[in-house]
């Protein structure tokens, strides 16, 4: 039985772009509510909750549910450790953050009717928006 890990230190502000940001990954299928149920991947019901909840059979089959706890700054992944290391080749939580902030990029570049140029070096991308 794999535990629960927040990840207090990633926040997404914007509901609706982590929304987007899961979609673009493949996790469309999502729950909101207050206080959501996690489970794990036996269907045992956890102690930890959510506002945001991408239920395990929309993961895998041996995966837990995917969490995102709201809280003043925003919301946070709740995450087991097991999907922690499998998902996306281990690289779920870095590939949400990069989908997330593309769609904040995208979304100031059409709130400033400007052009954004994407740049690669090594492991980092740079993204320069010009109006």
């Not at 535990?3 to 469309?28: C, H, P, T």
Request: proline share 2%.
């Amino acid at each position: 039985m794999s535990k629960y890990l927040q990840f207090s230190e990633i926040v997404f502000k914007d509901r609706r772009l982590l929304l987007a940001a899961l979609a673009d990954l493949g996790y469309s299928e999502v729950e909101e509510g207050e206080a959501l149920a996690l489970y794990g991947y036996q269907g045992d019901q956890r102690a930890e909750t959510a506002e945001i909840v991408v239920r395990r059979r929309y993961v895998g089959s041996a995966s837990n549910d995917l969490g995102f706890a709201q809280t003043p700054q925003g919301y946070v992944p709740v995450v087991s450790e097991y999907d922690q290391r499998v998902l996306h080749g281990g690289q779920f939580l870095v590939k949400l953050r990069t989908a997330y902030h593309e769609r904040v990029v995208e979304e100031v570049k059409q709130r400033l009717h400007g052009t954004a140029q994407r740049v690669v070096e090594g492991h980092l991308i740079k993204i320069r928006v010009r109006y």
